[in-house]
């Protein structure tokens, strides 16, 4: 089996389908794939569930389909449509249904393969854990579909330390992908010193925190409310009470920023560079895109990295986890 070549920055393309962060053709949004792979992007993540129907994996698909060994293709399995599987609280009042037993796991990858075009995946990730099924069940099913030549690596998403050493046992995991950013530092806990014991890379989604961090209407405090269209309104952090208020605790990262001709996307991508974890951020524009792939050939200082780590502790955000009532 070849070692993965992930890079430092990938990209990310829940956001290239419409309904999660506002309007985007499709041309637009295969057109942003390309040129994050003419840049030299090597990472490219999408999943079944991104687009309803598998819209975003067809995208993809159509974005790589003359320049298939050039991507490092990641897609994502596990969640099913409302009332199957079992019903899964990811805090953002959605009601969301997972399916990690072997039948799906099965049926899965073929599906995928089918919306890409593609013969195999080179990264597969179970998308969140179903609370029904052991992990080293979905995770033995998984396996053998490495056997079968349909996968190259196997990876976990949205899991803890415990169910990655469980699934570890079972099958080498060769990423773990997690929220983790200057505002989502959960991770560094327990699940990034798992992840370096067991040599597994850690893949950072929401990179810049939904976009908070990089959004200088966001940071200016410019933005009283989110609308119902975006999915962010679904976010606690993104909710009315506490939009002033991370404005206001996120300040110092515009200061930074223009203290130094970096843009704050870049200022927060560069920290989870030297943290040694690839991400994926998204992103619809071309000149956000190449403005986030210049920050993996940015070097802070460890002077920088520290004040970052000072201004930026776990837990400085506002908004916790809302619950469905
Ligand atoms: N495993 C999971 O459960 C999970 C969950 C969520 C996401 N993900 C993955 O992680 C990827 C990234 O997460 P994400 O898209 O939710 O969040 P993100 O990358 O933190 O933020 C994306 C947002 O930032 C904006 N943005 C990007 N670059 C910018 C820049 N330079 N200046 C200003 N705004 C900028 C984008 O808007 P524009 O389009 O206008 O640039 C978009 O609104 C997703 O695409 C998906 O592949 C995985």
Request: net charge negative; proline share 5%.
């Amino acid at each position: 089996m070849t070692a993965l070549d992930l890079g430092r920055i990938g990209i990310g393309t829940m956001g290239l389908s419409p309904g999660v962060y506002g309007d985007v053709t499709d041309a637009d949004a295969i057109d942003v794939i390309r040129r994050a792979l003419d840049a030299g992007v090597r990472l490219v993540d999408t999943a079944d569930a991104y687009g309803g129907g598998g819209e975003n994996e067809k995208l993809v698909g159509k974005a790589i389909s003359d320049r298939r060994d050039d991507a490092v293709l990641a897609t994502k399995f596990g969640y099913v449509g409302p009332d199957q599987g079992r019903r899964v609280e990811i805090g953002y009042r959605m009601k969301l249904f997972v399916d990690g037993s072997p039948e799906h796991v099965a049926a899965a990858i073929d599906a995928s393969l089918r919306r890409i075009g593609a013969d195999h995946i080179d990264l597969w990730y179970l998308h969140f854990p179903d609370p029904e099924v052991p992990i080293e069940e979905t995770v033995g099913a998984m396996a053998e579909q490495v056997t079968a030549g349909k996968v190259g690596h196997l990876g976990l998403s949205n899991v803890d330390a415990s169910q990655l050493r469980a699934a570890a046992d079972v099958h080498p995991i060769a990423a773990v992908q997690g929220e983790y950013s200057l505002w989502s530092r959960d991770a560094e806990r327990e699940l990034l010193p798992a992840c370096r014991e067991l040599g597994t890379r850690f893949v950072a989604w929401g990179p810049l925190g939904s976009g908070f961090l990089a959004d200088s209407r966001f940071l200016a405090g410019d933005v009283p409310e989110v609308p119902r269209t975006d999915f962010r309104s679904r976010n606690p952090r993104f909710a009315p009470e506490n939009l002033s208020a991370n404005a206001d605790r996120f300040a110092p990262l515009r200061t930074l920023a223009a203290g130094t001709g970096r843009s704050t996307a870049q200022l927060a991508l560069a920290w989870l560079v030297a943290r040694g974890v690839v991400s994926i951020p998204g992103t619809r524009d071309p000149n956000h895109l190449a403005e986030n792939l210049a920050a993996a050939r940015l070097a802070l200082s460890e002077a920088e990295l520290a004040e970052i780590d000072t201004l930026f502790p776990a837990g400085v955000a506002a908004g916790g986890v809302f619950k469905e009532a």
